[in-house]
């Protein structure tokens, strides 16, 4: 990155100051959700958002003039923990008065289908019956393709998406038991999905040695599912793809890509 005359900053979302040096002479910031999920845990009152607003504030201080902050692709007043702080965070930046804000909700990673499919282990998964707590329909994005439409919202000249909330989605939308066919096809074995309750979920799984607090926190993404959060009819990915003649990577080619390798 440096090779190609890029300035490297170093900050810590729990150094303010280290932001605030960081942010210094930037017109904008493409701020990242923070990956610290164990602060959601537990029904948090205050979780993730903490960091956020934390690198918020520090970029009002330096004078940044539009954040473009990357949200999840679930619905304004969603079921699932992951999104909890997503949506507090976008509600602080909405009551911003002196910063032209942009909320990109980025679309479910194709490369995120194990997390969904009950912890499918890549390595040496041999379960026949996958345990989830629900179901529905997920619009799948490839990171590639929401590397590509992102940059080229970062980098538009105009003020066109400036006070914007849109998502950048798939617009082909597949389930999870949809993925465990393309598995079983390209595994040449049976797999199967069992939906169970939330209550089962947080057992099995917990009992297969995972942190309960986590396990907990996850579950509730499957209410999201069942309530078609995840499916979405959005435009702009598709939009910004063929501005670039750039065609959309199917999950079926990364679960493919993802096993073989």
Do not use: C
């Given at each position: 990155m440096k090779e190609q005359g890029l300035v490297i900053r170093q900050s810590n979302y729990d150094d303010p100051d280290s932001m605030l040096k960081a942010f210094n002479g930037c017109t904008k910031l493409f701020l990242v959700s923070t990956p610290c999920i164990?602060?959601?845990?537990?029904?948090?009152?205050?979780?993730?958002?903490?960091?956020?607003?934390?690198?918020?504030?520090?970029?009002?201080?330096?004078?940044?003039?539009?954040?473009?902050?990357?949200?999840?692709?679930?619905?304004?007043?969603?079921?699932?923990?992951?999104?909890?702080?997503?949506?507090?965070?976008?509600?602080?930046?909405?009551?911003?008065?002196?910063?032209?804000?942009?909320?990109?909700?980025?679309?479910?990673?194709?490369?995120?289908?194990?997390?969904?499919?009950?912890?499918?282990?890549?390595?040496?998964?041999?379960?026949?019956?996958?345990?989830?707590?629900?179901?529905?329909?997920?619009?799948?994005?490839?990171?590639?393709?929401?590397?590509?439409?992102?940059?080229?919202?970062?980098?538009?000249?105009?003020?066109?998406?400036?006070?914007?909330?849109?998502?950048?989605?798939?617009?082909?939308?597949?389930?999870l038991k949809d993925i465990t066919s393309m598995i079983s096809k390209f595994k040449k074995e049976e797999i199967r999905l069992k939906a169970v309750s939330r209550e089962d979920y947080v057992d099995f799984y917990t009992g297969m040695g995972r942190n309960r607090g986590s396990v907990e926190w996850w579950s509730t993404t499957y209410d999201a599912l069942e309530k078609n959060e995840c499916n979405i009819s959005d435009t702009t990915l598709q939009d910004l793809l063929l501005s670039k003649g750039v065609k959309h990577k199917p999950i079926e080619e990364t679960i493919k890509e993802m096993l073989d390798a």
């Open positions: 164990q602060l959601d845990f537990h029904d948090a009152l205050v979780g993730r958002e903490r960091h956020h607003i934390n690198a918020i504030q520090a970029a009002q201080k330096a004078g940044v003039e539009h954040i473009y902050y990357t949200s999840l692709a679930f619905a304004s007043e969603s079921k699932a923990g992951v999104m909890r702080a997503h949506l507090r965070t976008e509600a602080f930046l909405k009551g911003l008065a002196d910063v032209k804000i942009t909320i990109i909700r980025e679309g479910l990673y194709n490369e995120s289908w194990p997390l969904y499919l009950g912890y499918y282990s890549l390595d040496n998964d041999a379960r026949s019956e996958i345990f989830t707590a629900g179901d529905g329909l997920i619009s799948w994005t490839a990171i590639s393709d929401l590397g590509l439409a992102t940059a080229l919202v970062l980098a538009d000249p105009t003020a066109k998406y400036a006070g914007r909330t849109f998502y950048l989605s798939n617009l082909r939308a597949n389930s």
